[in-house]
């Protein structure tokens, strides 16, 4: 089979077409990421092909939720409907670099920082960046609720990417607040995206977000449903926020409970 078919396929379906570069860097990034994965535990999915599609083609998923970004139908072609802009993008609890570093390797105008508290995997993503060769990209080895704190930091983003790092009360709370007011925060879910988003209003609400949609993420060979949460940035977060950490794990900003129907 020609080396990284899925993605090429996936891709297309997205309205993107990669090049042969594209295709150079991702295969590199699988090579990369299956050496290191014998030392160091990355990921669970190290196989080719699921590997094209549960981590490179589902980053790749964010695009359709970047500001500017739509997929139109001209005929027979798909074509990207996306001017490039050199977006300050932040990738919270970047892990192995998902889905922040597939989004560079498409879109190298970003100017990517990869947030990630587990010193080998930052290890990594320092080695990752310098091999690829990408410009433009900063990896800080800190927690999101100390970070978050940071002037440097703290409300500068256009756009702010999760995955599964944490429920969506907890997510919003270690996010939001890198935001910029008109920023986009952008977070990977799954099959329960519907009830996180319920039971993260008042999250959103306090932090200075608004939900601007949920939308449903289709990519084949796809088992379970995937979906983006995408909020919008629209009041500056308060001061109080992000609490120290580990508390917004443990305390998550939840809605009051509801009375029941009668």
């Known amino acids: 089979m020609k080396a990284m078919a899925r993605l090429e396929y996936g891709a297309s379906l997205l309205g993107l077409r990669l090049t042969a570069e594209h295709i150079r860097l991702f295969q590199r990034y699988y090579e990369e990421l299956v050496e290191w994965n014998r030392r160091f535990n990355l990921t669970t999915v190290v196989g080719y092909e699921e590997v094209q599609l549960r981590h490179f083609l589902d980053s790749l998923s964010c695009l359709l939720a970047l500001p500017g970004w739509s997929r139109e139908v001209v005929g027979c ?8 802009q050199p977006w300050q993008c932040l990738d919270v609890g970047a892990g192995a670099g998902f889905p922040g570093v597939p989004l560079k390797i498409v879109c190298p105008e970003l100017r990517l920082t990869l947030l990630e508290a587990t010193r080998k995997k930052v290890e990594f993503l320092l080695h990752l960046v310098d091999d690829l060769g990408l410009k433009q990209v900063e990896v800080v080895w ?7 704190r940071n002037p440097a930091y703290r409300e500068r983003f256009d756009v702010v990417v999760a995955r599964a790092v944490a429920d969506l009360p907890i997510l919003s709370e270690y996010c939001l607040p890198f935001c910029r007011i008109g920023g986009r925060f952008i977070a990977q879910k799954g099959p ?9 209003r008042t999250a959103m609400e306090q932090l200075g977000g608004r939900l601007r949609e949920i939308k449903e993420v289709c990519l084949p060979g796809q088992r379970e449903r995937r979906a983006l949460v995408v909020i919008d940035k629209v009041a500056h977060t308060p001061p109080a926020y992000p609490r120290r950490p580990g508390i917004p794990a443990k305390r998550p900003l939840r809605a009051t409970a509801q009375p029941a129907a009668e």
């Open 192 to 200: 329960e995206a519907e009830r996180e988003v319920e039971d993260a």
């Open 142 to 148: 800190d927690r999101a609720e100390s970070l978050g």
């Open 77 to 84: 072609e798909l074509p990207i409907v996306c001017q490039p």
